[in-house]
């Protein structure tokens, strides 16, 4: 119900003072932008109720390198402690099959999503929110949508797989091809996670770790794969996602996360993008709560507060992402990357 011009009071269980009742708050999704804002909301006072899919801890296809999120943004979600697992990493890698391109310094975080969205969920729950997990729901008015990327028909096809005994020579490694990309990053416990995105078709048959082998010799990422081999590869980590598009997506009006927009996986962003994204939400949604805003002008405030933050990334990393899958563009990358030519850190800071 809208807020009317009278303001329903209750009386807070800290202070015992009569305080401005705040209306509930539904939540689709238990990704990094629902859990997060959830997060956010629960700890200022509104009752929120989480729906997510599956139950946790489980895995989810991602690179599971973090990189550009800012401390504030964690500070304001209340999330920084979640990322306490994490590794650090910094240095960075660039190869194709024919060898080393460059090496780069790029910071960031890695940590295994099964133990990110785990933490972030007990967090959630300990604030007293509400999850109720196995619960896939349909988009409807009034809910917050952070359902993560929507399903539609692409050519990309994102595999992923932990790994041990599996040494690297930077803590991130970064792989291209015609046919696709794929990164090793350092996670917690000296794991190894192996993400790839590809555009070619799966083989028919290859299932797990074979299927990510048989994508790499494809892309004629020969050596890579022979490494890959060489490792104790985790099957029951796993997984692999199609149907989706990156860009800006047209979601129900209150989208948060990859279900408003996805950056192309190669920036290493969309981590960072679905908590900021919880953060150009958080004021909107706490409006609605308080009885300020209705819903459609909480959901358009955050929408243009989304907006005005990540154009230029998406633009940037669209145009960024059409070079790396063509073949003529990525042979002249490639001679400038050997030739120190490429300003990394300027195209770093513009998908951040
Ligand atoms: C191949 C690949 C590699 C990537 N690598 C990186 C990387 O290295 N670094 C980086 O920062 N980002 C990376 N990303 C992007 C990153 O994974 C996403 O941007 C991030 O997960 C978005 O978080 P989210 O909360 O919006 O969505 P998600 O993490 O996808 O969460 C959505 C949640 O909603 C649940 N759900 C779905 N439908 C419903 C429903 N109807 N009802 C209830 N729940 C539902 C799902 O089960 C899921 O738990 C990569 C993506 C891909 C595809």
Known sequence: ???QGIIPLARSVETGNLAPLKKPITIAGGGLAGL??????QSRGVAVTLHEASAYPRHRVCG???SGVGRETLATLGIADCLDDATHLQSASWSDSAGRLAEMQAPGRG????????????QFLSLGGTLVTNSRIA?????IWAAGRPRQPSPWLGLKCHARNLPLTHDLEMFTS????IGLAKIEDGMVNICGLFKARPARGAKGSALLLTMLREASLHALADRLEAADLDESSFCGVAGFQTGLQTGPTFSIGDAASMIPPF??????????????ALQPALDYAAGCKSWLEAAEASTAS???RFKRRLTTAAILHQLLMNRAALRITRTLARRKMLPFQTLLHLVR
């Not at 997060?36 to 909301?41: F, K, P, Q, V």
């Not at 988009?139 to 809910?143: K, L, T």
């Open 178 to 181: 015609p046919g696709g990309y």
């Open 139 to 143: 988009p409807d008015s009034g809910i």
């Open 267 to 280: 920036t290493g962003n969309g981590m960072s993008m679905a908590f900021e994204s919880a953060e150009c």
């Open 64 to 66: 599971e390198f973090i």
């Open 1 to 3: 119900m809208e807020h």
């Open 111 to 122: 940590i295994s999503r099964w133990k990110l969205d785990d933490h972030l969920q007990r």
């Open 306 to 308: 989304q907006d005005s």
């Open 36 to 41: 997060s804002l959830g997060i956010a909301l």
